[in-house]
Each structure stands twice: as C-alpha cells, then as structure tokens.
C-alpha cells in the first residue's frame, strides 16, 4: 500500500488532504443486488499540526 505509513500515523482529529476517485460496483446474490463504494487516492497530505491552530 503506498500511503501506509501515513494511514498508521493518522489519528482522530487530524486534518488530511485527498485527492481520490470513488468507485461505485454492484452485484446480485441471492436475487438481491449489493452495491460497494470504493475510494482510491491518488494524492494524500497530512496538514502539520502547526497549521491547525493548536
């Protein structure tokens, strides 16, 4: 995964910038049709916490 680590150093509350598509799919199982969302980014930034203002 190419933003792992940035994912693992992420905790609630901080401010992330991304630029991503949204996927959209669906299927039918059992008769009933199942949608899933995807996002896959192309571009992560983590805003330093000196910009947040605390």
């Known amino acids: 995964m190419r ?3 940035q994912r ?3 905790k609630k509350g901080d401010l992330v910038y991304a630029e991503a ?3 959209i799919t669906s299927c039918e199982k059992n008769g009933e049709t199942i949608y899933g969302v995807s996002t896959i980014a192309n571009q992560v930034s983590v805003a ?3 910009c ?3």
Do not use: R
């Open 8 to 10: 693992d150093n992420l």
């Open 48 to 50: 330093p916490t000196e």
């Open 21 to 23: 598509e949204i996927e």
């Open 3 to 5: 933003f792992e680590s």
């Open 52 to 54: 947040i203002g605390n």
